[in-house]
């Protein structure tokens, strides 16, 4: 359906030695299942909830139902062409495009990979027709926070989920009538976004 406008996004090289292509499930799950550890502390060792693997199969038609939604699976490599970050996100309505899993290895961190990742990902969401972009974040994730703050994000929720423990919603809001609306609905200053993370 996207791959078209995918491939004039990627693949990309965010920085020197860092390109960031657009992969599927079957590419992206064997990263996953050997980099996760490296890149967080598991959630069972925080004392969040994991369902019990007997409960699961009650489960299954609605995540059949959900899979089908529509997903982005982006792997960062280095120049040795190893895998090390990703970003995975989904479809959470009509028009808001939620970012669900970035990671990058602590190695490869604090170089402006993420902030280079975001200015080329939001126009690309945009260009999918996206209007809102979401994503939740531990409260203690500074460098995310401070770097989707950066960026144009608004802080739009605070939650607490037995899953993932308390969290800080982010919002982006591509059309500015969109953004205007907010602003007023909470009576808010207008924050001039960098022009770089909107669409040409």
Same mark, same amino acid.
């Given at each position: 359906?996207?791959?078209?406008?995918?491939?004039?996004?990627?693949?990309?090289?965010?920085?020197?030695?860092?390109?960031?292509?657009?992969?599927?499930?079957?590419?992206?799950?064997?990263?996953?299942?050997?980099?996760?550890?490296?890149?967080?502390?598991?959630?069972?060792?925080?004392?969040?909830?994991?369902?019990?693997?007997?409960?699961?199969?009650?489960?299954?038609?609605? $995540?059949e139902v959900y899979s089908r939604? $529509?997903?982005?699976?982006?792997?960062?490599?280095?120049?040795?062409?190893?895998?090390?970050?990703?970003?995975?996100?989904?479809?959470?309505?009509?028009?808001?495009?939620?970012?669900?899993?970035?990671?990058?290895?602590?190695?490869?961190?604090?170089?402006?990979?993420?902030?280079?990742?975001?200015? !080329?990902?939001?126009?690309?969401?945009?260009?999918?027709?996206?209007?809102?972009?979401?994503?939740? !974040?531990?409260?203690?994730?500074?460098?995310?926070?401070?770097?989707?703050?950066?960026?144009?994000?608004?802080?739009?929720?605070?939650?607490?989920?037995?899953?993932?423990?308390?969290?800080?919603?982010?919002t982006y809001f591509f059309d500015?009538?969109?953004?205007?609306?907010?602003?007023?609905?909470?009576?808010?200053?207008?924050?001039?976004?960098?022009?770089?993370?909107?669409?040409?």
């Open positions: 359906m996207f791959e078209e406008i995918r491939e004039r996004y990627f693949p990309v090289e965010l920085r020197p030695g860092i390109v960031v292509r657009a992969v599927d499930y079957q590419t992206i799950a064997p990263v996953w299942a050997k980099m996760s550890d490296d890149m967080e502390t598991p959630f069972a060792d925080l004392g969040l909830y994991s369902m019990p693997g007997e409960q699961q199969p009650c489960t299954q038609l609605l $995540h939604l $529509h997903r982005e699976y982006i792997l960062f490599y280095s120049k040795a062409d190893e895998p090390v970050g990703w970003s995975y996100g989904l479809m959470q309505d009509a028009i808001t495009y939620f970012m669900s899993w970035s990671a990058i290895l602590p190695a490869y961190r604090r170089r402006g990979i993420y902030s280079a990742f975001l200015r !080329h990902f939001l126009p690309y969401l945009q260009a999918l027709g996206y209007e809102r972009v979401t994503s939740n !974040h531990m409260v203690t994730n500074r460098p995310v926070l401070i770097a989707k703050l950066k960026a144009g994000f608004h802080v739009t929720a605070v939650s607490l989920d037995e899953r993932f423990g308390a969290q800080v919603q982010l500015p009538e969109r953004y205007e609306g907010f602003t007023r609905a909470f009576s808010l200053d207008r924050f001039e976004r960098p022009s770089r993370y909107r669409e040409a």
